[in-house]
């Protein structure tokens, strides 16, 4: 992994460190520079190990030294540019590791988005290098059917696998007390967005969508999360003169615990590819609506039979999912098993091992 900053591939790979060590594995985890707040979320089994690098690309030398010092069985590695340099890196150690890719988001949306040449040259890179990997683990059917379709690897030889995202203390944290004045009972119910503050998240869509909300009843909206829109979404609350109804706070060491207590949890996402942020919604028995993006909620709202899809980029349709959701509350999520701790965990062993 790059770093542990907050995002939903770090927290997966947090909890997967965990499942491990429950089962005896002993575990390193590398990071190309030991930051971020998760750090303190792994147990203390886990040895990390700090390649010391400003960016991914340049942790290939330590990676092949770690590689080569350590000789692991298996490396398990995240995101597309961590996966193309541990591929790599596996090469030139010229060590019998069996190496093990995953996929968090959809490929066809991120080229699409692509802005610097690494990210230009990732689907070519991903079809060079990938075939190197001992096992290819997307996180959704839609994510898998999508690196199908760019790369042109067969459908049967990419693996899907739900990332544990309903961790054992996730109630716990989410019963943590609240510090803000919104939270307190008799104030406006609050909806609570969780996300990078990037364009695939499309935050400006649920901001508009909040101000149409705003003119049928009090209501206010909570954005957690930090990224390159701070500025431009600072700027379109103040031009709908939200400034006293908005908050945007940046990360939070337990953003649970403001789940728990928001009556309705947006997700107004672009594309994804298994939002952990809309399970762990779920879980907590908050009242969610999501877009239809591809991929990932269809699929998690079809499992738990619960919360409301509306189209992507709609913001009246957003407006009017929230109303709903507001007016209607929570409902009880049928069944998220499959994305508990104990079957992704025992699934990404037998692959690794």
Same mark, same amino acid.
């Given at each position: ?6 995002? $939903? ?17 002993? @575990?390193?985890?590398? *990071?190309? #520079? ?12 886990? #040895?990390?190990?700090? *390649? ?10 330590? *990676?092949?030294?770690?590689?080569? #010092? ?10 597309? /540019?961590?996966?193309?340099?541990? !591929? ?27 802005? =610097? ?14 075939? !190197?990997?001992?096992? @290819? ?42 510090? /803000? ?11 609570? $967005? ?8 499309? /935050? ?8 149409? *909300? ?12 930090? =990224? ?44 994804? =590819? ?32 619960? =919360? ?46």
């Amino acid at each position: 992994m790059p770093t542990l900053t907050p995002g $939903g591939a770090e927290r997966v790979m947090v909890n997967l460190a965990r499942g491990f060590v429950e089962r005896g594995h002993p @575990v390193d985890f590398v *990071l190309a #520079r030991a930051e971020g707040i998760y750090l303190d979320d792994l147990p203390p089994e886990v #040895r990390v190990v700090d *390649l010391g690098s400003a960016q991914t690309l340049r942790s290939l030398p330590g *990676l092949i030294r770690y590689l080569r #010092r350590e000789r692991p069985h298996a490396l398990l590695s995240a995101l597309d /540019h961590a996966n193309i340099v541990a !591929l790599v890196a596996r090469q030139l150690a010229w060590v019998p590791t069996r190496m093990v890719v995953t996929i968090h988001n959809t490929l066809s949306r991120e080229i699409a988005q692509a802005s =610097g040449w690494r990210d230009r040259l990732t689907p070519t890179l991903v079809r060079r290098i990938y075939p !190197l990997a001992g096992a @290819v683990i997307a996180v959704s059917e839609g994510v898998a059917d999508d690196f199908s379709r760019v790369t042109g690897r067969r459908r049967s030889q990419i693996e899907v696998v739900y990332n544990p995202v309903i961790a054992p203390d996730l109630e716990q944290m989410g019963a943590e007390a609240v510090d /803000h004045p919104w939270f307190a009972p008799g104030q406006p119910p609050v909806i609570l $967005g969780v996300g990078r503050l990037i364009y695939q998240k499309d /935050h400006a869509t649920l901001i508009r969508a909040f101000a149409q *909300l705003r003119r049928t009843r009090p209501a206010r909206l909570a954005i957690l999360g930090e =990224g390159d829109e701070r500025p431009a979404l600072e700027k379109l609350i103040r031009e709908l003169g939200l400034q006293d109804e908005v908050w945007l706070p940046g990360h939070l060491r337990n953003p649970y615990a403001y789940m728990a207590r928001s009556a309705v949890f947006a997700l107004s996402s672009r594309y994804e =590819g298994l939002p952990t942020v809309l399970i762990e919604a779920l879980a907590l028995g908050t009242a969610v609506v999501s877009t239809d993006c591809p991929h990932g909620p269809a699929e998690i709202l079809a499992r738990a039979r619960s =919360g409301t899809l509306v189209p992507v980029g709609d913001v009246g349709a957003l407006s009017q999912g929230i109303l709903a959701a507001l007016e209607a509350g929570g409902q009880p999520a049928a069944d998220l098993r499959p994305f508990g701790m104990s079957y992704p965990a025992q699934r990404y062993l037998e692959l690794l091992l």
